[in-house]
């Protein structure tokens, strides 16, 4: 079979080394900040047994990262982006290291963790726009969905090995998860300072009234508008990862091990998809098949609230994730490619917006209502409201909805 010369082939892209320091990195950051999650959720529920609490771990990474998203995008279309990424990276790796005396000087409280979590999330402001924005800078137009999906992969191969390996040493004691997390955060702050590329500053990103470029820009461009926010409905409404350690001990009957492998679960599924995206992209009907894996998603999430069986909630949590991988990927390129390369950090930086809502306010509301209805009434609702988010979107979005190839933009 001969290769389409418009779907260069895999190796291609493994050429651009820039590209490849930078998956390593990200591998090595997201691991990290995985691991750093799974104790952090897992330290907050031993030290105070609430549901409520676990929201609001949520929520305040959520505030900040919220009042910063602007300015961070802004700063990644102005600033080095890499560099942008190695600082964040940095502070992430000196988070752990501060979790990391609090646990061995025993003055880790819940108060501690929700500053921490502040820090976490003004960190993460930052990382966002300046990651996504970097990757266009460092591959050719026509190798960018290979790219994404890779990249993809190597999110979903840390989102894996991250909270496996998280649970399974904080089984040893919280000290060694947070060892481990400092190390991985600087081995990627030292690789993405290795990532070199042709930094152009726009300085159209220069003055205040840029800031809100981003903002203008999606909401009249309805098919990013509609992308963007159809995964801030969705992951909102039928996020459970709040709830994986209620799950975990009290409903699973498992330890901290049991809820890394469920943490690591949805990314089993994400990563084989996102390999079989990267062999075989999307090119058809990239619209309606996003819409639709938003639909499997939302189912995945009722069958994993009423299980009782943990393999049976390990399998749905992987369905859910290699649904999720689908949505993300296409998102993520369609994103990229009808943005101009002035504006895809400000760009980026809106839809990070959307992305750390369905994250950390989606941690929220998931403890909110957690709280009221308990965890499966919680979960169970959470992903019928994601079915009918994905159905909704097919008739306020029409342009989404009929989107069928995955076009390059004319240069």
Not at 127 to 147: D, E, G, M
Not at 214 to 236: E, N, P, T
Not at 345 to 360: E, K, L, M, T, Y
């Amino acid at each position: 079979m001969t290769q389409d010369a418009s779907h260069p082939p895999l190796s291609a892209l493994l050429q651009h080394k820039a590209y490849v320091r930078f998956w390593f990195a990200r591998v090595a950051g997201i691991m990290g900040n995985q691991m750093l999650m799974v104790a952090v959720a897992w330290h907050m529920y031993d030290l105070t047994s609430s549901a409520w609490d676990l929201g609001l771990v949520g929520l305040f990474q959520f505030v900040p990262a919220l009042l910063m998203t602007l300015p961070a995008g802004q700063a990644a279309d102005r600033w080095h982006r890499g560099r942008i990424f190695a600082v964040c990276m940095s502070l992430q790796a000196l988070v752990a290291l501060v979790l990391l005396m609090a646990t061995l000087g025993d003055f880790a409280s819940r108060e501690l963790i929700l500053l921490i979590s502040v820090v976490l999330g003004a960190g993460r402001a930052f990382q966002l726009p300046a990651q996504q924005a970097l990757v266009p800078l460092l591959v050719p137009p026509a190798l960018l969905s290979r790219a994404l999906a890779l990249s993809a992969t190597a999110m979903e191969i840390a989102i894996i090995g991250g909270p496996a390996l998280g649970g399974l040493l904080y089984v040893t004691g919280a000290a060694n998860v947070y060892i481990a997390c400092t190390a991985l955060l600087s081995l990627s702050t030292v690789l993405i300072l290795l990532v070199r590329y042709d930094h152009k500053p726009s300085r159209l990103a220069a003055s205040w009234e840029s800031l809100f470029a981003g903002v203008r820009f999606v909401m009249q461009h309805k098919l990013i508008l509609g992308a963007s926010s159809l995964d801030l409905f969705a992951v909102l409404l039928g996020g459970a990862t709040a709830l994986l350690p209620i799950y975990a001990r009290d409903i699973l009957q498992t330890g901290p091990e049991g809820l890394g492998l469920l943490r690591a679960a949805p990314a089993v599924g994400a990563v084989t998809m996102s390999l079989v995206i990267s062999r075989w992209p999307l090119r058809r009907h990239v619209g309606p098949r996003m819409l639709g894996a938003v639909a499997v998603f939302g189912m995945a999430t009722v069958v994993f609230g009423v299980s009782e069986s943990f393999w049976l909630s390990m399998a749905a949590l992987a369905v859910a994730g290699a649904a999720d991988c689908i949505s993300v990927v296409t998102r993520s390129t369609l994103v990229q490619l009808e943005t101009p390369d002035h504006m895809r950090g400000r760009v980026s930086a809106v839809n990070s917006i959307f992305i750390g809502a369905s994250n950390q306010l989606g941690e929220f509301e998931s403890g909110a209502t957690a709280t009221l209805w308990g965890p499966v009434g919680s979960v169970v609702v959470g992903g019928v409201g994601t079915i009918l988010v994905a159905g909704l979107w097919f008739k306020l979005f029409p342009a989404l909805a009929r989107r069928d190839h995955m076009e390059l933009p004319a240069r």
